[in-house]
């Protein structure tokens, strides 16, 4: 796993070294800054803090900067994730519905924390603010697949379903 994280970094070292930004400006190097965010985070799976310096060293832009927009879009992750990342939703709509009890359920089997990858890889949990479903309260998303109306004792079965997946595959 370390060995495959140390060659994947050095991926991302060799596509920052050889960007070209002689001829990009100050803005043409901010609006350049998520295009190459982008590819760290499709290459690493998640924008660790020394790539985050790495990418501020080589467009000569401050590392705050680039911290405020990897944590601004919700589509960049400082942490690695899961194979199938599970979004729990405890917007309002979601809470109202028990989203704290499903959370819990899915931290108690997977015996993991939010933001924590499964020993196997396969899981990890991120609780979000509104998915954009609340007719369909409560709701979680597992990789690209949404979930809706789920209830407590659904979520055993959900990850069953998954892990013989992996297993068939
Ligand atoms: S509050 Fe959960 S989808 Fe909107």
């Not at 000569?60 to 942490?79: A, C, D, R």
């Not at 993991?112 to 509104?130: A, M, Y």
């Amino acid at each position: 796993m370390e060995e495959l994280l140390q060659s994947k970094l050095k991926d991302v070292e060799t596509y920052l070294n050889s960007l070209d930004l002689t001829d990009k400006t100050e803005v043409e190097k901010r609006s350049f800054l998520i295009e190459v965010l982008h590819k760290v985070q499709e290459n690493l799976g998640y924008i660790p803090d020394e790539v985050q310096k790495l990418v501020a060293k080589k467009l000569k832009i401050p590392s705050s900067q680039v911290y405020g927009v990897v944590t601004f879009y919700n589509f960049f992750s400082t942490k690695p994730k899961g194979k199938y990342p599970i979004s729990v939703c405890l917007g309002t709509a979601c809470y109202v519905g028990r989203a704290n009890e499903i959370l819990d359920e899915f931290k108690k089997i997977l015996n993991v924390e939010e933001e924590e990858v499964t020993d196997d890889g396969l899981f990890s949990i991120h609780p979000v603010r509104c998915l954009g479903a609340c007719g369909l309260a409560p709701v979680v998303k597992i990789g690209e697949k949404v979930y809706g109306r789920l209830k407590r004792n659904d979520v055993r079965k959900i990850i069953r379903e998954y892990r013989a997946k992996e297993k068939n595959s």
